[in-house]
């Protein structure tokens, strides 16, 4: 049973930085993808960043320039600097993992932007 185990988040300053870092524990297999999504109250679940087990990225139009995403295959763990944040970039921020086999969801942790 894979599970996700997700760390960082916080409350910020506009134009301060975080580091969001997400492990996978469990037994999966490649290829993999993982990536961050995010939730504002009142809207729907977004990308943020994906990363495939090759090294693709991809990211959401409103992160671009601001936000990296970088894996670590030996750990199976993505990780989400976070740079520049802006009040809108506030919301629960959830880790995913997924395969051809299966998709898991971590508990999401909490980031806020004071405006």
């Known amino acids: 049973q894979v599970q996700l185990v997700e760390s960082g988040g916080g409350l910020v300053q506009p134009g301060e930085s975080l580091r969001l870092s997400c492990a996978v524990s469990g037994n999966t297999h490649r290829p993999y993808n993982m990536g961050w999504f995010r939730q504002a109250p009142g809207k729907q679940r977004e990308l943020v960043a994906t990363?495939?087990?090759?090294?693709?990225?991809n990211y959401g139009d409103s992160v671009k320039g601001r936000f990296t995403i970088t894996s670590d295959n030996a750990k199976i763990a993505v990780y989400l600097q976070m740079n520049n944040l802006e009040p809108d970039d506030t919301g629960v921020y959830y880790c995913?993992?997924?395969?051809?086999?299966?998709?898991?969801w971590g508990q999401g942790t909490q980031v806020t932007v004071l405006s």
């Open positions: 990363i495939t087990s090759g090294g693709t990225t």
């Open positions: 995913n993992h997924w395969t051809i086999r299966q998709d898991v």
